[in-house]
């Protein structure tokens, strides 16, 4: 499979715990997205790379998120802290790099959090 | 007023029937629409793209694009009970001359086809 890759599928946490998602893009694409979804509403944009770099920044970030890429290949996004609203579903996509192609982004299965 | 916005559902069609999904958008620069379908617990996959005023067509699939009135359509013919899922309205901004894949999503329509 040469989809993008998401890692664990599932996950439960207590509230309070730190969680880390990990993200593989599909190979030949330098930008990386994450995203989030709760139920009912449709993904909402976090962050972006391109390559190893954070180029953008939702305020929906706030300081208990941060996402790496370390070296602009796979990434990380870990919850600090996780609160009962940090349950949704993580989606990481990635693109290629180009004026329109850049705008055609390919999603992973998603990870699913619950904070209970 | 919602930056997209996507006609309330859920839509039932039967079988065979057109289904007609509608999404509006308020930020007028933007420049590239997508329509993404998703089914219950299954993340996005992209079906339609479409950057230009007028028609596309993919299979059973038509994307309309009207940039004046700031509305986008996907139109499903044929309706196959396969198709039932929700649909995700996408838009691209264009921020300063560059483009990246940062869409702001409708928050979707539900379409059930019935045999």
């Known amino acids: 499979d040469t989809g993008v890759s998401q890692d664990p599928r599932h996950k439960i946490t207590k509230r309070g715990q730190n969680v880390t998602f990990r993200c593989d893009p599909i190979?030949?694409?330098?930008?990386l997205y994450w995203y989030r979804q709760t139920l009912g509403q449709g993904p909402e944009f976090l962050t972006y790379?391109?390559?190893?770099?954070?180029?953008?920044k939702s305020r929906l970030l706030s300081d208990r998120f941060s996402a790496e890429r370390p070296k602009g290949s796979f990434s990380t996004l870990e919850i600090q802290r996780t609160e009962q609203g940090d349950s949704a579903m993580y989606l990481c996509?990635?693109?290629?790099?180009?004026?329109?192609?850049?705008?055609?982004?390919?999603f992973g299965e998603g990870s699913w959090l619950t904070v209970v | 007023q919602k930056e997209v916005e996507q006609n309330s559902g859920p839509l039932s069609v039967p079988e065979g029937a057109i289904a007609s999904l509608n999404c509006t958008y308020s930020d007028r620069v933007s420049q590239s629409f997508f329509w993404y379908r998703q089914y219950s617990g299954k993340s996005p996959e992209l079906i339609m793209s479409i950057y230009s005023n007028g028609d596309k067509e993919d299979g059973r699939f038509t994307a309309q694009l009207n940039k004046a009135s700031q509305y986008v359509s996907l139109l499903i013919r044929d309706s196959q009970p396969s198709d039932s899922a929700t649909y995700l309205c996408a838009v691209s901004p264009n921020a300063g001359g560059t483009s990246y894949g940062k869409l702001t999503f409708g928050q979707g329509t539900i379409l059930t086809v019935h045999p």
């Open positions: 996509a990635s693109s290629l790099p180009g004026r329109t192609s850049g705008n055609t982004i390919y």
């Open positions: 190979s030949e694409h330098n930008r």
């Open positions: 790379f391109q390559n190893e770099a954070q180029l953008e």
